[in-house]
């Protein structure tokens, strides 16, 4: 029984790729036949087994990878083992990667069919919009797509405020219902204080946002879109249509091999943002670059592009 119990642990540890320096054990157990019976003893024989040293590990001798923005990390997502970080739990802005949790909270909350009234309200939010009209009545399917592609902030308060009843008002509810999505996910570094990330008293860090786009990647919904690079969407008349490019540029101009989302971000306050993800061989890896030193539009994707470079040419899986 030893044997084979021996035997079956080092399938397993193949199994788990699993390799490293070997362990000695000055003891090792032999199996001798008596009279049809087995007798185990002991010798002072010396076996090795290897180390335990799960994967996926950096390859030796690789250099940090030269990332130049304030806060970056670099997650293996199938094993949520951190490869490379920055001051990666700082709490800091973080502009429209705000939406990933609007979406997520939406998702979870509505039926895609579902059908939205645009309001006044969403219709003046400032910045980056999908140019929703006031009174268009648009599908909550199309309106996720307004908010992950484009980065629509109308979009954003228009989900939001889908969730009040008749004669209720405002984004309170559904920023709620956000930060107890937070909460659930165990993010203690995380506060939203509006649907869009148009205020700057709300935070997060460079490692929740993995988190976050983690949990949203699942949602097969939430990663068609983001890895959407341009679609177009219509209000449920047929009248009125958007045209919506998508802000990553990953899965856009740049074409990046394996790319899969997931959201940009900017303001003032945060600088350039860009949460990203890209599979190559059902291995994917997040990495997430928060105020970029270079104050130019392309500058997160280009920190993003140089982070997800290091970590496939570098880490052994």
Same mark, same amino acid.
């Given at each position: 029984?030893?044997?084979? !119990? ?144 484009? !980065? ?16 209720? !008002? ?43 786009? !983690? ?103």
């Amino acid at each position: 029984m030893i044997t084979k !119990s021996l035997i079956i642990f080092s399938i397993i540890l193949e199994s788990l790729g699993i390799t490293g320096i070997a362990k000695r054990f000055d003891e090792a157990v032999i199996r001798t036949e008596y009279n049809s019976a087995h007798a185990v003893v002991a010798s002072n024989i010396t076996t090795t087994l290897p180390d335990i040293i799960p994967r996926p590990k950096i390859k030796p001798g690789a250099e940090t990878p030269q990332i130049f923005a304030k806060n970056y990390i670099l997650v293996d997502n199938n094993t949520g083992k951190v490869l490379a970080k920055q001051a990666h739990k700082d709490r800091v802005p973080i502009a429209s990667t705000t939406k990933m949790m609007t979406a997520i909270v939406a998702l979870e909350n509505y039926d895609l069919d579902e059908v939205a009234t645009i309001s006044p309200d969403a219709v003046k939010q400032i910045g980056a919009t999908a140019h929703l009209r006031i009174g268009e009545r648009i599908t909550i399917h199309s309106l996720l797509k307004a908010l992950l592609i484009k !980065s629509g902030n109308d979009a954003a308060y228009a989900l939001a405020e889908h969730m009040n009843q008749p004669g209720e !008002s405002g984004i309170e509810k559904f920023v709620n219902k956000m930060n107890e999505k937070a909460r659930s996910l165990g993010l203690q570094d995380t506060n939203y204080r509006d649907p869009a990330g148009l205020d700057t008293a709300g935070y997060s860090t460079a490692y929740d946002l993995y988190v976050i786009a !983690s949990n949203g990647l699942r949602n097969q919904v939430f990663a068609d879109i983001v890895s959407t690079g341009r679609d177009t969407v219509q209000n449920v008349d047929g009248t009125i249509f958007h045209d919506l490019k998508n802000s990553n540029r990953l899965v856009n101009e740049y074409a990046y091999p394996g790319a899969i989302g997931v959201k940009t971000g900017y303001m003032p306050e945060a600088g350039h943002i860009l949460v990203s993800a890209a599979k190559r061989n059902d291995h994917t890896l997040i990495g997430v670059v928060i105020n970029t030193y270079a104050d130019t539009a392309p500058a997160s994707a280009d920190e993003s592009r140089k982070l997800l470079d290091w970590g496939f040419s570098n880490i052994e899986w």
